[in-house]
């Protein structure tokens, strides 16, 4: 049988999430994007489907309304993928950390491979992250890997499927009468 | 013989020219760019990946476009009737409307939508160009069109609405409001992964060999201009592709039909007096 293995890291197709960040860091993955650095010469796409990417770069603290899109999206990127977390508060929450309205970082949510950090973290850094992370992926299988907190199941009204509030809050117990 | 060579080894052909366009692409906007190899590793990747399935149908009509694009490519090498391989084509086309319409995604609609107006725009030019070499050499047949003089002395207008609808079928800036990357997300395409999306990937490549192919029948039995021809419209694709924005489909199908139509009309009836 052929191995696939070595290929992987050929062509890794980016999808981009901002979690509710300031910009600072999307700015930063569009620049590693642009001639200067030119991440396309790995094969890089920034492709913005889920269902077609291997890296899935996340951006930004995690606010409260962004966790089930984020979790939506990990949970629509087929096997193996890996997650990259980029800046000081997607890693543990930065400066935003203990905040009302958010999650203290990606790791609460999705399995994180490999932090970027920096505020925001630079062009060359990204690049760093990148081929670690491509190493990482060379190494994954395809046994799927699970989010830790999409716990509550969802809530079927008039045959429509709501995911509202599918994923639970840092700390948040499920309540058995509700299910 | 080496026909089937050739048939065998199109798909192969049309990646090894979208793996130089990236290159070329990316040298005009001062990149280095990727391997030349590249779509060949983004093929053997996607193979390895987990793939899911909407519905079963969504898949399969996903594999017939690729596979009834092939046939098209196949009929043109063997020198077939060029109107029989125009519907064909049209055909293949509507194996992927009809699978994004199949599922729930609204971009997939959007792309699919977008599509069927695509084809009310470059598929009266197509009609038309295969009407073009029939009034010059009475028969469709494309053999036959392959042995007789250079066709773009007395078919230039044709020619012209040729290139304009280039860019649609490529999937090209200006005319690419049906894929549209950033905005639909792929359009038709958004809901296809792993193996699937291969072959959606891998008929976008044969797209580039039919395409090239009816572009070099319009230098007749001249290889010399054939190789001009296409090295110059490959090259001019790009640099209109780097140096142009995306316009809307409102717009696109204005512009196709009203002038590409018109320019191709007047040919015809121009031709039919001389």
Known sequence: MFDFKPIRKKSPWILHYNAGSCNGCDIEILACLSPKYDIERFGVINTGNPKQSDVFLVTGPVTFRSRERLIELYTQMPEPKVVMAVGSCTCTGGVFRDMYNVEDGLDRYIPVDVYVPGCASSPELIIDGLVKA?????????????????????????????????????????????? | MIEIILIALAPIIGGLIYGLERVVRARMQNRKGPPILQPFYDMLKLIDKQAFIVNPYHSILGIMHFVTLWVVVAFVILGQNLLYVVFLHLLSALFLIIAGFSVKSIYSHIGANRELQAMIAYEPILIMTAVGFYMINGSFDISIIRESSPLLLSLPLVFLAFLMIIPIKLKKSPFDATEAHQEIVGGVEIEYSGIFFEFLYMSKWLEYVFIYLLLILFAGNSQILGAVLSVGVFLLVNLVDNSTARIKMKHLIKIVLGIGLTLSMINLIGLSYV
């Open chain 1, 134 to 179: 491509l190493e990482i992926l060379e190494s994954k299988t395809k046994e799927i890997e699970k989010p830790f907190k999409l716990f509550r199941n969802e809530t079927n009204k008039d045959g429509v499927v709501n995911r509202r509030n599918s994923a639970l809050k840092v700390g948040e117990e499920i309540d058995d009468e509700e299910n």
